[in-house]
Nanobody
Framework: QVQLVESGGGLVQAGGSLRLSCAAS????????MGWFRQAPGKEREFVAT????????VYADSVKGRFTISRDNAKNTIYLHMNSLKPEDTAVYYC???????????????????WGQGTQVTVSS
């Protein structure tokens, strides 16, 4: 069982930056691949970024590539999403998610993640 708690959301102007954090409970954090997803009002939840359990592989959605960076600190049971050059279209509730997987295995599919946080709101004003 993995419990996830996101933090770091807020209101920022276009072009600004935010860092989201996701703290995980349990002693199996190093066994889970992690992902960030987001959901805007009236839209489906979409993939943002993922990182393998050893941090060796990261994958990004095209819409955030070059602006967002996902990272993890297994000693702190935490992953991060550094968001730069934010745009109004980045406005959404951001969720972190976890799934048990092999060392270099990752997925961008919502349905393949087993554990989810409660979400944190990110609002980018123009």
């Amino acid at each position: 069982q993995v419990q996830l708690v996101e933090s770091g959301g807020g209101l920022v102007q276009a072009g600004g930056s935010l860092r989201l954090s996701c703290a995980a409970s349990g002693r199996t954090f190093s066994s889970v691949a992690m992902g960030w997803f987001r959901q805007a009002p009236g839209k489906e939840r979409e993939f943002v970024a993922t990182i393998t359990r050893n941090g060796g592989v990261t994958v990004y959605a095209d819409s955030v590539k070059g602006r967002f960076t996902i990272s993890r600190d297994n000693a702190k049971n935490t992953i991060y999403l550094h968001m730069n050059s934010l745009k109004p279209e980045d406005t959404a509730v951001y969720y972190c998610a976890a799934r048990y997987s092999g060392s270099y295995v990752y997925t961008i599919k919502v349905a393949e993640y087993n554990y989810w946080g409660q979400g944190t709101q990110v609002t980018v004003s123009s």
